[in-house]
């Protein structure tokens, strides 16, 4: 096999853009984040750039408790992906999926049809879901424990693979004169009989023009990244620096080992956060307009809740106190372990560290201009601690539109990136190997500091 040369690349969209301050901007889209046409415009602008994927992540609730909530989730992604379907030809459509809350007979279903519906160009992105408030929109009274919520994803996982791939396209086949529609004998229940779920199948929909939507996973903990190495093409991942992305890849290397398959590449797509200029004043300029606005009760609300601790009475000002170890925090890992390496990095008071987490939360960050952006780019990609990023413009469209028009033609320049798309599927795009198929795919790289 030749090596993988080309970076692949998504962009989550989320509200006005990832900095929590975008919808203060002047010229923000604020007034039109209740209109699909807002983003299928932003789909465009990412397909005009030949992305990979539009990707949504998803919080099934709103609680509104102070005037500057962002109602971010508006559209169920699932439906905003499908009005999406329809002006775009190529880019991928990825759809986050709580396993915590979702039936995987509707879920696969919906995936199915909306795979169907755009030749080939969905994927999923499993979690298990982060707070209570969703929980209680769900019958329960709170979340249940990482270790459950996990149990209940793997079984999860399980069931939508044999319904994703529950019957043939090909078992499909009309013949008037014959009075034949389908191959019947063929189309066989599923009848899996579990913990959390029971469900007889299959599908009303036959599997997809991809062979199977692409599967993605979030989560860091080690439940997380075990779940991913079991049945994800590709994780969408948080590393503020280097180092963390050399952890998380040598753990997800680890994990892959103790599955006792033939060894497969699990594609790793970090979180970015790119702020843009032609010059590196520019840039700067274009965090600090942003930082100046942002809205602090919110900050420290969502800081707070993070880290599992009321920082509201913390000094603006000075130093943030040291937090306790990793080991004795219930909450969810991935974050928290970020905010850490943070605060032993930079050692920031308050208002910094809102500043560094107040656009994605700790996920790496580049400020600068094109050619120094993509130098940080191209050495994690070819240290293969990346294969990819998932992309969160600190604004929309502006953050996307910079990116598109600086970074990617120099990513071009330097042979990383395609010039057009060469697939019609995002399995294709992601230059992932077939279901069923346990081809290693290339790997760059050797994980190691240089
Ligand atoms: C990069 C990243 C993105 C995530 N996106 C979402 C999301 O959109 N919706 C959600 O409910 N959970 C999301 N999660 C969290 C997952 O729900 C995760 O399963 C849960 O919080 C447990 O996380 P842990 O494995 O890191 O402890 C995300 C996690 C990470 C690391």
Not at 69 to 94: C, H, K, Y
Not at 103 to 122: C, E, M, W
Request: glycine residues 8%; charged residues 25%.
């Amino acid at each position: 096999m030749t090596p993988a040369k080309l970076l692949n690349l998504g962009v989550l969209i989320y509200g006005c853009g990832h900095h929590q301050a975008a919808w203060m901007m002047p010229e923000s889209s604020i007034e039109l984040i209740g209109n699909v046409t807002y983003y299928q415009e932003l789909a465009r602008i990412a397909e005009s750039g030949f992305l990979d994927a539009v990707f949504f992540a998803d919080n099934q609730s709103f609680p509104a408790t102070t005037s500057t909530e962002i109602p971010a989730f508006w559209f169920d992604p699932m439906i905003n992906l499908t009005a999406i379907s329809q002006v775009t030809n190529r880019i991928g459509l990825v759809s986050t999926i709580s396993s915590t809350f979702s039936n995987p007979f509707t879920a696969s279903r919906q995936l199915l049809s909306l795979d169907h519906i755009s030749k080939g160009r969905v994927g999923w992105n499993l979690v298990t879901s982060m707070s209570d408030w969703e929980a209680e929109n769900h019958g329960m009274d709170h979340l249940p424990s990482r270790e459950r919520r996990y149990q209940k994803a793997d079984e999860f996982a399980e069931v939508m693979d044999k319904l994703l791939l529950s019957w043939n396209r090909g078992d499909f086949s009309p013949n008037r004169s014959a009075n034949h529609l389908i191959n019947e004998q063929n189309i066989e229940p599923i009848d899996h009989v579990g913990t959390y779920f029971k469900v007889k199948g299959p599908s009303t929909t036959p599997s997809s023009p991809q062979g199977k939507p692409v599967a993605m996973q979030a989560g860091a903990s080690d439940q997380g990244i075990e779940l991913a190495a079991k049945y994800a093409d590709a994780v969408y991942s948080v590393s503020w620096n280097l180092k963390q992305a050399m952890e998380y890849r040598n753990r997800l290397e680890q994990h892959l080992v103790k599955q006792n398959k033939p060894i497969r590449h699990v594609k790793i797509f970090p979180g970015l956060v790119t702020y843009i200029g032609r010059t590196k004043e520019e840039a700067y300029s274009k965090k600090l307009e942003l930082d100046k606005r942002l809205p602090l009760e919110n900050a420290i609300k969502q800081l707070s809740y993070f880290i599992g601790e009321d920082c509201s009475k913390w000094e603006l000002d000075e130093r943030v106190p040291s937090l306790p170890p990793i080991d004795s925090f219930t909450g969810p890992v991935g974050r928290y372990k970020t905010i850490l390496e943070i605060v032993h990095d930079k050692e920031p008071t308050l208002r910094e560290l809102l500043g560094y987490i107040s656009a994605g939360g700790g996920h790496l960050t580049l400020i600068g201009t094109p050619e120094e952006i993509v130098d940080e780019m191209e050495r994690w990609f070819n240290l293969g601690v990346a294969d990819g990023f998932n992309l969160m413009p600190p604004t929309l469209p502006s953050g996307l539109k910079d990116f598109v028009e600086l970074i990617i033609p120099e990513l071009q320049k330097r042979g990383i990136f395609r010039k057009g798309y060469e697939g019609a599927t995002l399995r294709e795009h992601l230059d992932l190997v077939p279901p069923g198929s346990r081809d290693r795919s290339p790997q760059r790289g050797n994980y190691e500091e240089e």
